[in-house]
T-cell receptor, first 111, second 115 residues
Framework: DAGVTQSPTHLIKTRGQQVTLRCSPK?????VSWYQQALGQGPQFIFQ???????QRGNFPDRFSGHQFPNYSSELNVNALLLGDSALYLC??????????FGEGSWLTVV | QQQVKQSPQSLIVQKGGIPIINCAYE??????FPWYQQFPGKGPALLIA???DVSEKKEGRFTISFNKSAKQFSLHIMDSQPGDSATYFC???WGYGGATNKLIFGTGTLLAVQP
């Protein structure tokens, strides 16, 4: 058990809608990042949060936004959903210098 | 070039065999190289990781070999078991810009261990 919890585990949305995914990092972990994993592919880095600020962003449009709260938990928001946004969304947290743990993910289906 | 190349795409071994998965990178900005195991419907689970100043690391039945000059690293699974059947991803952490959670993943290797 990596200790990174995500919710919801599964959800279905309609094209054009908005979605919010939530993540609680492993206890003591202060850095949170989000990844998108399409079926049959490796995870792709969306962005990272540290000290409640977005520190770096991958190649994703502004429709993808996030937030980190003082307790280190985080949200991923996706606006104007497209069919291509259907994927497993993973949250990862880090403590110390190196070790990065992933949660079980939130499965998003856009219809 | 922020890319990690992984091979093979799939691998079948007999129980007790030693599957080997290979990865290669080009950019020396990568500073940490973890391997993840992923079962269907689950998130990636950290198996083992290595820094580029170390040539080999063993944890249980899993061994990483790292060749810094060739920019290649590989995962060996000793005495493989049917329960090891999963998708394995190599990754490399992008060390620039302070984004210490930015991992670049390989394309994955689907491993099947036959009884």
């Amino acid at each position: 058990d990596a200790g990174v919890t995500q919710s919801p585990t599964h959800l279905i949305k309609t094209r054009g809608q908005q979605v919010t995914l939530r993540c609680s990092p492993k206890s003591g972990h202060d850095t949170v990042s989000w990844y998108q994993q399409a079926l049959g592919q490796g995870p792709q880095f969306i962005f990272q949060y540290y000290e409640e600020e977005e520190r770096q962003r991958g190649n994703f449009p502004d429709r993808f936004s996030g937030h980190q709260f003082p307790n280190y938990s985080s949200e991923l928001n996706v606006n104007a959903l497209l069919l291509g946004d259907s994927a497993l969304y993973l949250c990862a947290s880090r403590f110390g210098e190196n070790t990065i743990y992933f949660g079980e993910g939130s499965w998003l289906t856009v219809v | 070039q922020q890319q990690v190349k992984q091979s093979p795409q799939s691998l079948i071994v007999q129980k007790g065999g030693i599957p080997i998965i290979n990865c290669a990178y080009e950019n020396t900005a990568f500073d940490y190289f973890p391997w993840y195991q992923q079962f269907p419907g689950k998130g990636p689970a950290l198996l083992i990781a290595i820094r580029p100043d170390v040539s080999e690391k063993k944890e249980g039945r899993f061994t990483i070999s790292f060749n810094k000059s060739a920019k290649q690293f590989s995962l060996h699974i000793m005495d493989s078991q049917p329960g090891d059947s999963a998708t394995y991803f190599c990754a490399a952490r992008w060390g620039y810009g302070g984004a210490t959670n930015k991992l670049i993943f390989g394309t994955g290797t689907l491993l099947a261990v036959q009884p």
